[in-house]
């Protein structure tokens, strides 16, 4: 590894360029991605996209998007995966400006991001294949980065209120100038009109509470004309009422959250050429469940989780004109957690503790992009990592981009890695022998720009593959290094920009999902998924938008768990927005107009036709 640590370091010394404007920025200031290294993969939906979305669930902010599914289980505050490319969930890293909210205490180190009020967001920025080279852990599927600090000055108060009784509150104060600039924000949902078991005909069905708080700042200030620090920190507050499982209604179950997020960055552009950053970033998260006896269950259990990452980076760009850039990193990561469980039951008390335990990685990274002739963008990435356990292990990429006149085409190859979790590793299941599970991707995509340029049309096609893959065996009651996985699709999407009043949107999804070592398909993975827009700008902050989607058959698992087969559904909302004054816009919206009824997981309720309504006023 030490050889690996003097190459970097003698690359990262040379001279390099602050990007700022014109990368993909997920998680520091310089370096990140551009658009055309990913074509098709990347995906960057803006604030005027998601404040034409419901305000109260954060799964309709990437709703529609090429190769991603979002599944939620149950309603408001019910657990909500992100499957990219008919990945595991736990394969797609989840990030709140650009810091990684992975939980390292849940088994597979997911992320549940209902946990995001979707009414302080400002953008969202989504990488659907492989990142491990630039990104580390966790990135087989791809990266999701809710972007919540505005891009200009905002002073504004927003609400929002839903018909089965959702209230959603936010206020944001925020200042750019020369040499500061601040951000300030609070927000507030609580619900009590939900269910998130699904209910059978014999059963009775009981409302589960949702309440959510949130405050943040940020501060950025000029040191001098070249350098500059910025600190940010968000606290999310998340009250539950739960229900236990598939169709198993209970009304004594809940829990309480807890998250933090914080990140320091400090940057300094030592010439045009050479920008450099220092940045360290911290998730921590705790968790506290209860369920006491009540007339449906009579055993009772309490149960907490605690756990924190914290990565320490050091970034160096170097630029050469607009045909070369050159990015290379060092980075530290460590990952922290402990837990205890107690149960009282038919079958008499059982508890469980779990030790604090810990996981640190060292690693350096290099990406460089090629810019030939104007048309041809070529990016390799490359990652070295020395982790305590697993010792060393690698991830890269190679993707290209070629534009000529309306067409252009993209193709790709990744790898990428995810360490065991902490539970996979130390606990009475785990084992310490575990090795990452190891994913590789290659997409291909084209694109054309029809009716003079104003619309295009996009197909693509991938193929990714898992192996070494972490599950639980249960000859062995243990996990191991037992699964596989293969997933292929075609994507096609097509926008269509009718005037300058309407638009068109229509994103079609075929995917297989199979588990090579049971030879099935994937759960919760649709073969077909199609979602269409049809919007009409009737002035500037006023319009009204028709949204569709289909999600077609799949598998899931009952509660006995046993596979059944999902029915595939059909629902439609109306969305609409009018200027009652320059700086205050209302919205109103009718979310799943036809009535359906559906399950969008086994066992667990999805919403009936409801109505909402929305106030954002600036200041």
């Keep these: 590894m030490m050889k690996y640590m003097l190459l970097v370091v003698l690359l990262v010394t040379h001279p390099v360029v602050h990007a700022s404007e014109i990368n993909i920025i997920i998680g520091t200031e310089i370096g990140g991605l551009q658009e055309s290294e990913l074509g098709d993969s990347m995906t960057l939906i803006t604030e005027k996209k998601i404040s034409r979305s419901d305000k109260t669930d954060i799964a309709n902010s990437i709703d529609g998007i090429a190769g991603l599914s979002v599944v939620q289980s149950g309603t408001l505050g019910g657990n909500t995966s992100v499957y990219s490319k008919g990945q595991k969930g736990e394969y797609t890293a989840i990030m709140i400006d650009g810091v990684n909210i992975n939980d390292p205490m849940t088994p597979a180190r997911t992320s549940n991001i209902s946990i995001i009020n979707p ?34 000055n905002e002073n504004s108060i927003t609400f929002g209120y839903d018909s089965y009784g959702a209230v959603n509150s936010a206020i944001a104060l925020s200042k750019k100038s020369e040499n500061i600039a601040y951000y300030i924000s609070g927000s507030r949902l609580l619900a009590n009109g939900f269910t998130q078991a699904g209910s059978k005909l014999s059963q009775s069905v009981e409302n589960d509470k949702y309440e959510n708080t949130s405050i943040a700042g940020s501060l950025k200030l000029n040191i001098s004309d070249n350098s500059n620090i910025s600190v940010y920190h968000r606290n999310i507050k998340v009250d539950n009422d739960l229900d236990n499982g598939a169709y198993n209604q209970d009304p004594n179950y809940i829990s309480q959250n807890e998250f933090n997020i914080s990140k320091i960055e400090f940057t300094n552009a030592v010439s045009r050429a050479w920008t450099w950053a220092m940045s360290a970033d911290y998730f921590q998260s705790k968790r506290i469940y209860e369920n006491l006896p009540d007339v449906l269950d009579t055993d009772s259990m309490d149960s907490w989780y605690k756990g ?63 810019l030939i002739g104007k048309k041809l963008s070529i990016s390799m990435g490359l990652r070295l ?36 979790s902490l539970y996979q590793l130390y606990s009475s299941f785990g084992d310490e022998s575990l090795k990452p599970d190891e994913g590789a991707s290659f997409d291909i995509g084209y694109t054309r720009k029809i009716f003079s340029g104003k619309s295009k049309i996009s197909f693509s096609y991938f193929k990714s593959a898992s192996k070494n893959m972490i599950d639980y065996d249960s000859a062995i009651s243990k996990y191991a290094n037992i699964g596989r996985t293969r997933s292929e699709g075609v994507q096609t999407q097509i926008d269509i920009k009718l005037s300058q009043r309407y638009k068109m949107n229509l994103v079609y999804n075929r995917l297989s999902a199979i588990d090579l070592e049971n030879k099935t398909a994937l759960l919760r993975r649709a073969k077909n998924s199609i979602h269409g827009d049809i919007l009409y700008q009737y002035t500037e902050k006023g319009f009204l938008k028709f949204s569709s989607k289909y999600r077609g058959a799949r598998y899931d698992m009952d509660e006995f768990y046993a596979r059944t087969k999902m029915e595939p559904y059909f629902i439609s909302d109306i969305t609409a927005s009018y200027p009652l004054m320059p700086e205050m816009i209302f919205n109103i919206g009718i979310k799943n107009i ?21 106030l954002k006023t600036r200041f």
Excluded at 123 to 150: A, E, H, K, M, W
Excluded at 335 to 346: A, I, Q
């Design 308 to 370: 924190s990452n914290m990565t320490g980076k050091f970034t160096n760009v170097l630029s050469l004109g607009e045909s070369f850039v050159f990015e290379g990193g060092l980075e530290y990561k460590n990952e922290k957690g402990s837990s205890y469980y107690h149960s009282n039951g038919f079958w008499g008390p059982y508890e469980s503790s779990f030790d604090e335990k810990s996981a640190a990685e060292k690693a350096v990274y290099l990406k460089n992009q090629m």
């Design 119 to 152: 009414i302080y967001l400002q953008r969202v920025q989504v990488l659907n294949n492989p990142q491990s080279g630039l990104y580390g852990s966790d990135t087989i599927g791809g990266i999701v980065n809710f972007v919540t600090l505005p891009r200009e």
């Design 594 to 614: 036809f009535n359906a009824d559906y399950e969008d997981a086994y066992g667990y309720y999805s919403l009936r036709r409801s109505y909402y309504c929305g």
């Design 385 to 420: 990592a020395h982790n305590d356990i697993f010792k060393e292990y690698s991830a890269y990429s190679l993707y290209s981009s070629y534009a000529s006149g309306k067409n252009t085409f993209n193709v790709g190859w990744g790898t990428a890695f995810k360490t065991p």
